[in-house]
T-cell receptor, first 113, second 115 residues
Framework: AQSVSQHNHHVILSEAASLELGCNYS??????LFWYVQYPGQHLQLLLK??????LVKGIKGFEAEFIKSKFSFNLRKPSVQWSDTAEYFC???????????FGSGTQLTVLP | EAGVAQSPRYKIIEKRQSVAFWCNPI?????LYWYQQILGQGPKLLIQ????????DSQLPKDRFSAERLKGVDSTLKIQPAKLEDSAVYLC?????????????FGQGTRLTVV
């Protein structure tokens, strides 16, 4: 079974629609959580990260994510998407026990103008 | 600050040929990662270095893949001989330290096509 699961392979939205991308992981113990974004033709960039503290974290470009420990989830949200948000989004989990960063399979977001 | 540099950007080879990729991490970053990203999938960790030592190579197909990080800075990843299923983007990333919570910074990747 995949250790980091992203449920939506491809999401298509119109501009101004709200976005929520799911991410679940199956590790116990200490984890740090990340969302990376890959715009067309560009390298992976960090969108936001959670290490500890407030489970609601804010990232760049209006994105936020909420860590729900009981659900092993770290869902990405944005209230109103723009055409420029078209990209592939990857959830990643850093496991303290293995010192390893593992990625989900990614979600391709297409925002229609 | 300069980012993670990778070369070449693209490579096309025939199966059974060999190929090498180069990575220069961000200055001062002790940890270096090589990931393989097959089309439609997320990056899969191949090997992880801390300075010039290997800390995880459990998913590296060691019969054909090898990697080194001389002097704890630059790294090369080699495939010999290549197979069709090796067609993928090979990503190099670096972070300050594997034992800390530092984020990984990625290079542009090398897109390998094996024909």
């Amino acid at each position: 079974a995949q250790s980091v699961s992203q449920h939506n392979h491809h999401v298509i939205l119109s501009e101004a629609a709200s976005l929520e991308l799911g991410c679940n992981y199956s590790y116990g113990g200490t984890v740090n959580l990340f969302w990376y974004v890959q715009y067309p033709g560009q390298h992976l960039q960090l969108l936001l990260k959670y290490f500890s503290g407030d489970p609601l974290v804010k990232g760049i470009k209006g994105f936020e994510a909420e860590f729900i420990k009981s659900k092993f989830s770290f869902n990405l949200r944005k209230p109103s998407v723009q055409w420029s948000d078209t990209a592939e989004y990857f959830c990643a989990v850093w496991r303290g026990s293995a010192r390893q960063l593992t990625f989900g399979s990614g979600t391709q977001l297409t925002v229609l103008p | 600050e300069a980012g993670v540099a990778q070369s070449p950007r693209y490579k096309i080879i025939e199966k059974r040929q060999s190929v090498a990729f180069w990575c220069n991490p961000i200055s001062g970053h002790a940890t270096l990662y090589w990931y393989q990203q097959i089309l439609g999938q997320g990056p899969k960790l191949l090997i992880q270095f801390q300075n010039n030592g290997v800390v995880d190579d459990s998913q590296l197909p060691k019969d054909r893949f090898s990697a080194e990080r001389l002097k704890g800075v630059d790294s090369t990843l080699k495939i010999q001989p290549a197979k069709l299923e090796d067609s993928a983007v090979y990503l190099c990333a670096s972070s300050l330290d594997w034992a800390s919570n530092s984020e990984a910074f990625f290079g542009q990747g090398t897109r390998l096509t094996v024909v």
